[in-house]
Every structure is written in structure tokens, then in C-alpha cells.
T-cell receptor, first 115, second 114 residues
Framework: DTEVTQTPKHLVMGMTNKKSLKCEQH?????MYWYKQKAKKPPELMFV???????INESVPSRFSPECPNSSLLNLHLHALQPEDSALYLC??????????????FGPGTRLTVL | AQKVTQAQTEISVVEKEDVTLDCVYE???????LFWYKQPPSGELVFLIR??????QNEISGRYSWNFQKSTSSFNFTITASQVVDSAVYFC???????????FGAGTRLFVKA
């Protein structure tokens, strides 16, 4: 089973709202990722968690706050977003980032619209 | 620096035609990994293949085949007898062992018309 689930599928929020995106995998993977993808562009890495610890933050603005409550779950907390943050947010997981270059399996994404 | 180039922005074919998607990569490392992903309109990136730099054997999986040539730093993807369901954006990607980042190409949008 190579399934990564994400909720919600669609989210519309105002610039003053606080919302969260959720990602879950049950493949026993120890690395989890958040990507942002704008239309007609490749995914851009935002954060990487390895063994539930934040390993990479690609200079993402603080209005995006990741959280990894356990090895299966990854959240992305959103606060005071801007309209330019509207995008498809993809979650991915891989077996073990320390081994390097493990295949990343992606979820279906959350389409976020900021009004 | 690592780089992945997918020069074809969009390709349009008629069903049952064969189509090849090009991927050229740059890296200074001798050990690296190459990937292809498919992204249908639904948005999910679907893993298709992973190939390490020491394995130049071409691979075939059903209607899909991949041609890896280190001499030209290319990892091309061919779909034989294309179908409408193959319509999607296809991304080629590069990663290094111990590296945390996967470098994606810009993607090639494939339209298969019935």
C-alpha cells in the first residue's frame, strides 16, 4: 500500500483565518515532506521531517507552521496567509531520508485558495 | 549544481501514437538517482520509476519504457500506443544520496487526443 492521504481536498480561507492541512501515511515511512505547487510549475520543497524532527525549512515564511505529531502524521498550520499563497499543497513520504534518494510517494494534495 | 531540463513544454499526439518525453540532467556526483512522476489533472504525483546512476539498463513496463544514457546525461521516457488516460504532466527528477532535496524538471504536459 503506497497511499498518502491529505485533508481537506479543497480549502478557501480569508487572510485573517487560521486553518490546518493534514497528511497521513501508514507505510512506516520516517520522512515526510510538504511541497507547494503553483499552476504549471513543478513542486517546490517547503519542509522535510525526518524521524519526527524538522530537518529542512526552505526559508518558508512563518505564516506556514509545520508539525509532526507522530511518524504517521504531518500537519501544516496556516495563519495570516496572502493571496499569492494560493496553490496546491502536496504532502509526500519516503522510507528513510538518511539513506538518501528514497522514492517519495505523494498524496492527492490540498487546493488552497486565499481570498 | 544539480539541474533537470525538460525542454518540451507541451506535446500533443493522437491516440495510439508513440511519444517520447525528453529529460536531460546535470550533476557533479557519480552516484545519483533519477525519477519520473506523472501528474494527472487530479493533482496527485504518481511515481513511475526510480533509476540509480550505476544501472544503465533500459526498462520496460507495459507501454512505458525508459532509456537511460549517462554519456548524454539523458533519461528519456517513451509511451507506446498512447491512450487518452496518459494525458498528464510528466516530471523528471534528480536526487543525490544523503541529499534531502529532489530537483524536479519543469514538466512536460502531454495531451493525447482520441
Amino acid at each position: 500500500d503506497t497511499e498518502v492521504t491529505q485533508t481537506p481536498k479543497h480549502l478557501v480561507m480569508g487572510m485573517t483565518n487560521k486553518k490546518s492541512l493534514k497528511c497521513e501515511q501508514h507505510m512506516g515511512h520516517r520522512a515526510m515532506y510538504w511541497y507547494k505547487q503553483k499552476a504549471k510549475k513543478p513542486p517546490e520543497l517547503m519542509f522535510v521531517y525526518s524521524y519526527e524532527k524538522l530537518s529542512i525549512n526552505e526559508s518558508v515564511p512563518s505564516r506556514f507552521s509545520p508539525e509532526c505529531p507522530n511518524s504517521s502524521l504531518l500537519n501544516l498550520h496556516l495563519h495570516a496567509l496572502q493571496p499569492e499563497d494560493s496553490a496546491l499543497y502536496l504532502c509526500a513520504s519516503s522510507q528513510d531520508i538518511q539513506r538518501g534518494a528514497d522514492t517519495q510517494y505523494f498524496g492527492p494534495g490540498t487546493r488552497l485558495t486565499v481570498l | 549544481a544539480q539541474k533537470v531540463t525538460q525542454a518540451q513544454t507541451e506535446i500533443s499526439v493522437v491516440e495510439k501514437e508513440d511519444v517520447t518525453l525528453d529529460c536531460v540532467y546535470e550533476t557533479r556526483d557519480t552516484t545519483y538517482y533519477l525519477f519520473w512522476y506523472k501528474q494527472p489533472p487530479s493533482g496527485e504525483l504518481v511515481f513511475l520509476i526510480r533509476r540509480n546512476s550505476f544501472d544503465e539498463q533500459n526498462e520496460i513496463s507495459g507501454r512505458y519504457s525508459w532509456n537511460f544514457q549517462k554519456s548524454t546525461s539523458s533519461f528519456n521516457f517513451t509511451i507506446t500506443a498512447s491512450q487518452v488516460v496518459d494525458s498528464a504532466v510528466y516530471f523528471c527528477a534528480l536526487s543525490e544520496p544523503g541529499g534531502f532535496k529532489t530537483i524536479f524538471g519543469a514538466g512536460t504536459r502531454l495531451f493525447v487526443k482520441a
